[in-house]
């Protein structure tokens, strides 16, 4: 039987002097972005970039304590195996979740300092340890979720929670407290809505570290009042960055918490390639696995295998742990320096971090005495939202003497204002911190200097 095609009926024509109906148009919208995309924030440390450029430029030296990039060569065992695995041809596309020999290098690394059972099938490959951060939010967060994260923390932390939809909930760290937190600290903000727990010890900004004791007490408030469908993500970038015989410790060694915790770390810092962008997670289970793989091949599509290679020789070889000990070494006495140093110059308070490579110093004296809270006062509004005391001091190093630092509002917004730090890397040289701190003590006596630069109205970030 033939099927006869389907006709579709001609359009009637409108009577004389009838008025035609109207097309329906959708309203134009104002912005070429979407609303979302103006929640998402950055990261200062790189906004700054193009201010340190024209400085540059003019034949200026700035010392550059913003970036968080260690300052020493990729080890020549790990350049060396991907330079080897490029002339093997190994530069076309490759598995999504992260080549099997990476993989099963992490698994077996994880599972060997935490003491807990990992398999490679619980394991995704990202371009770094910054993606996940955000993937994670997506996966886990509908619109009024929350996220607790640690504040002052990574930015991209809060940055992303608004961006997602999801609910912020930071956790403010205390100087008094070594910039640490207890699960007494945690316990008021966890509810039936928290989705994700943020940790990051060693942590950036503040370099502050975790005993066990707080560990155990943060378990405990998790177990108890945490939803089970709530993970904990442990940002443990900076694990093999320590100090003073402190160890690195994980939330996911405790009893319970390996099947909550999503653990995260990468090559970039610990083997100083930054610019390898490889990172990973172990996620509590398979399945969670197979998701972020997915959003690997809508994203990323994969990660480069030569560079995959190299950081499964970075995890796995003996020459590895002399090159991280030369280089914590370094920062050791980078920081003791720096620390004495800081602490030297009227208006600085610093105390000394157990890990990572960063100072986070007050500066609440600092801005009362050269009048940085007074000029923040006389801001127009704007400007003033956009800013704190604190990032006039930024910009008055920077413009004026040429030092780069970052603000306390760089590290979560939320609940920062009246709150005076720094941050300070110290993962450039010696004789470069030396010439900062000298920098640094002059202007901090220098008001008038100060009160000139406001004037010239480069403050803004």
Request: hydrophobic letters at 35%.
């Amino acid at each position: 039987m033939t099927t006869r095609p389907t006709i579709s009926p001609r359009p009637r024509k409108a009577k004389a002097g009838s008025v035609p109906a109207k097309a329906t148009r959708p309203t134009p919208r104002a912005s070429l972005f979407s609303a979302r995309t103006r929640l998402l924030g950055s990261e200062n440390a790189f906004r700054i970039g193009p201010h340190i450029k024209t400085l540059e430029d003019r034949g200026l030296k700035v010392i550059r304590c913003n970036l968080g990039e260690p300052d020493f060569p990729l080890a020549a065992h790990i350049a060396e195996e991907v330079k080897r695995q490029i002339d093997l041809g190994l530069t076309h596309y490759c598995d999504p979740q992260g080549i099997p020999q990476l993989r099963e290098a992490v698994a077996r690394t994880v599972a060997r300092r935490r003491g807990i059972d990992v398999t490679p099938d619980r394991v995704v490959v990202f371009p770094g340890a910054k993606p996940p951060i955000g993937l994670a939010q997506q996966a886990y967060c509908d619109p009024g979720d929350e996220v607790i994260y640690p504040s002052p923390g990574f930015p991209i932390y809060e940055s992303f929670t608004t961006y997602v939809g999801a609910r912020p909930r930071p956790l403010h760290l205390r100087e008094e407290s070594d910039f640490s937190f207890s699960g007494r600290d945690l316990a008021p903000l966890i509810s039936r809505r928290t989705r994700i727990i943020i940790l990051n010890f060693p942590s950036n900004p503040t370099g502050s570290v975790v005993t066990r004791e707080q560990l155990e007490s943060i378990a405990d408030v998790i177990q108890h009042k945490a939803p089970a469908q709530a993970r904990i993500y442990s940002d443990e970038i900076y694990e093999d960055i320590l100090y003073d015989g402190n160890r690195h410790l994980s939330i996911a060694s405790l009893p319970g918490m390996a099947q909550r915790t999503i653990i995260v770390s990468g090559v970039s810092k610990s083997y100083s390639w930054t610019g390898g962008r490889v990172g990973w997670a172990v996620f509590p289970t398979a399945e969670e696995a197979t998701v972020f793989k997915n959003l690997n091949i809508n994203y990323f599509s994969c990660i480069p295998a030569y560079n995959q290679m190299g950081a499964r020789i970075a995890l796995e070889s003996p020459l590895s742990q002399g090159s991280i000990a030369r280089m914590c070494e370094a920062f050791t006495e980078r920081r003791d320096l720096m620390v004495a140093g800081l602490n030297a110059i009227p208006g600085f308070r610093c105390s000394k971090p157990g890990g990572a490579f960063y100072l986070f110093p007050n500066i609440s004296g600092l801005c009362k005495n050269i009048g940085a809270i007074d000029a923040h006062r006389r801001l127009p509004a704007a400007d003033r939202g956009r800013s704190s005391p604190s990032t006039l001091v930024q910009m008055f190093l920077l413009w004026r003497y040429q030092v780069a630092t970052m603000d306390r509002r760089s590290f979560g917004r939320i609940g920062s204002d009246g709150l005076h730090y720094l941050r300070l890397s110290i993962a450039t040289g010696l004789d470069d911190l030396k010439t900062g701190l000298e920098r640094m003590r002059v202007a901090a006596g220098d008001r008038d200097g100060f009160q000139e630069f406001m004037k010239e109205g480069k403050y803004a970030c």
